[in-house]
């Protein structure tokens, strides 16, 4: 059955839901083997709701939100996914919420906490320009043979580069001065 489900997946890969004109699938596996992208991951399947109960603390995820029974699944399957294409992967950071850094241990094996990556879900506006701005200028310079990963919230994405993406879902962004292109999807779940 896990077999059958990346097989699945792989073809769903091969058809992303957008990607640029003159930006085949197949170039945007070749581009991520390359290194120096970034994989723009929002947080796999959560259990229904928004944002988080009243009286949540980042420190005891039992408080939070967490990742559904499909949700690992499919962080999991986004991982091997990742390795079956033979995509290195430099650091990952992820939102100290607990869905992201399942999200991004579950699938990369590791996350290192990001504060800039923290969900701005109710922020006022130059809190998300400042958070934006700060995360813009950490890309500026990826990591050469290696693709950053960032694991983070639909809110988050959308002010970043302005796309909205389901739960799992991942972009490839490429940086360029003083803002993030968007290459193309990589990966819907489900």
């Known amino acids: 059955m896990q077999r059958r489900r990346l097989l699945m997946l792989g073809l769903a890969c091969a058809l992303p839901a957008r990607v640029p004109a ?3 699938s197949a170039e945007l596996w070749q581009r991520l083997q390359g290194g120096g992208l970034v994989l723009l991951v929002r947080h796999a399947a959560t259990d229904p709701g928004i944002g988080d109960p009243p009286g949540f603390a980042l420190a005891q995820c039992r408080t939070q939100r967490n990742l559904s ?3 690992r699944r ?3 399957a986004l991982g091997a996914l990742v390795r079956a294409h033979g995509v290195p992967v430099g650091p990952v950071w992820s939102s100290r919420w607990c869905r992201c850094l399942d999200t991004a241990r579950l699938a990369f094996g590791r996350a290192e906490p990001e504060p800039l990556l923290d969900s701005l879900f109710q922020q006022d506006a130059g809190r998300v320009r400042a958070a934006t701005a700060a995360l813009r200028a950490r890309l500026a310079a990826p990591p050469a043979g290696a693709n ?4 983070t919230h639909d809110i988050n ?3 970043l ?3 909205s993406v ?4 991942v972009l490839v962004l490429r940086p360029a001065p003083g803002r993030l292109e968007v290459l193309g ?3 819907r779940p489900g």
């Open 148 to 151: 950053t990963v960032l694991v």
């Open 69 to 71: 029974a499909s949700g």
């Open 157 to 159: 994405i959308r002010a």
């Open 185 to 187: 999807r990589l990966w």
């Open 74 to 76: 499919d962080a999991e």
């Open 166 to 169: 389901a739960s799992g879902e």
């Open 161 to 163: 580069v302005d796309e």
């Open 22 to 24: 003159g930006v085949p």
